[in-house]
């Protein structure tokens, strides 16, 4: 009973006390049921955080050789190139996820149900067990058309997909890996009556870029004002997106926080560039307190993602090295 009351609680989040408060009981609920947090909150003899900043954040390659959640649930793993080792993320309880990003792409986005979403995300596809594919494949259910779905590299049917979902009145929503997307504009497809949401990731099929360069030949290429992008990972079960600026806005259960590149438990001020630490309450069943191989700064509750520290594998989250 007390696990559910604190998901409606985690869902309920409005303000920055209820999130500390949130995040001190998700601590200690961790700390008793997953064993792989509570023995690296022993070796750093950090077992009784009083506030949110006391609490240590687990590194984000522990989801690459340790099971994170419940081994039985299903298994999210991330991209990668041949060879690497890909990080797993075992969610016992999809419909945490569900509602975690059906909240939050309804809130920065749009809702699902009065879009048309045509997706574009062929290496996600090709790897499998993908929980970008499982979310989107479900706001594209939920937008219940006939014309959403995965075009993967069929540029033919997606042009007649996108013909045919002018002529309806509902708002067109184009998701996609960088290089998908970066493949059709260059092919000047105009998409200047649509949303485009790019997801990061060359995944090796292009060179990768920074990203205002990439935004910027998409732009040029599709004939529109803004690009959309999406930052999530494996790892978490929550998102957060631009309005088609460089500043992410986290879903209200998630919170950024930049470490000390050269102190992990020292947190910078705002504008400050340095490791990306994640808050995601979402995280119930595995972990909620990840220290990623992001670089990044923050301004308030917005942050921006400027790279990757160069020791880091190349992944799929919304990332271009800058």
């Known amino acids: 009973m007390y696990r559910n009351e ?9 303000s920055n006390a209820e999130f ?61 190139t041949s060879g690497m ?22 809130e920065l986005v749009q809702r699902p149900d009065d879009t048309i979403i045509l997706a574009l995300l062929p290496n996600y ?23 959403s779905g995965f075009y993967l590299d069929n540029e033919q049917s997606f042009r007649k997909a996108l013909i045919d979902a002018r002529e309806t009145k509902r708002k067109i929503i184009v998701f996609g890996v960088s290089f998908a997307l970066l493949n059709l504009a260059e092919q000047r497809v105009n998409l200047s009556d649509t949303t485009v949401i790019e997801t990061g990731g060359m995944k090796g099929r292009r060179k ?34 631009t309005q088609g600026e460089e500043w992410f806005t986290p879903a209200r259960w998630m919170r950024i926080f930049i470490r000390d590149v050269n102190d992990p438990f020292a947190t910078l001020p705002d504008q400050r560039t340095g490791g990306i630490n994640v808050v995601d309450l979402a995280n119930i069943d595995s972990c909620s307190f990840i220290s990623t191989d992001d670089l990044g700064r923050k301004s308030n509750e917005q942050f921006q993602v400027v790279g990757r520290f160069d020791q880091s594998d190349m992944r799929g989250c919304n990332l271009l090295v800058h």
């Open 6 to 14: 604190l998901i409606d609680r985690i869902f309920s989040i409005r």
């Open 125 to 147: 596809i090709d790897q499998g067990n993908s929980s970008l594919v499982y979310m989107v494949d479900h706001l594209i259910k939920l937008s219940d058309h006939p014309l």
């Open 85 to 106: 080792q890909r990080s797993r993320h075992f969610v016992d309880d999809l419909a945490i996820y569900e509602r975690s990003f059906l909240s939050t792409f309804s």
């Open 20 to 80: 500390e408060n949130a995040a001190l009981d998700v601590f200690y609920y961790q700390y008793e049921h997953q064993p792989v947090y509570r023995e690296f909150c022993h070796q750093l003899n950090r077992r009784k955080p009083r506030m949110l900043s006391e609490i240590p954040f687990l590194p984000i390659s522990f989801f690459k050789t340790a099971v994170m959640g419940n081994i039985s649930g299903q298994c999210f793993k991330s991209s990668g």
């Open 208 to 241: 990768e870029m920074v990203r205002q360069e990439l935004h910027q030949r998409l732009k040029e290429g599709f004939q529109v004002k803004k690009i959309y992008s999406e930052y999530g990972m494996t790892e978490l079960l929550s998102q957060a997106y």
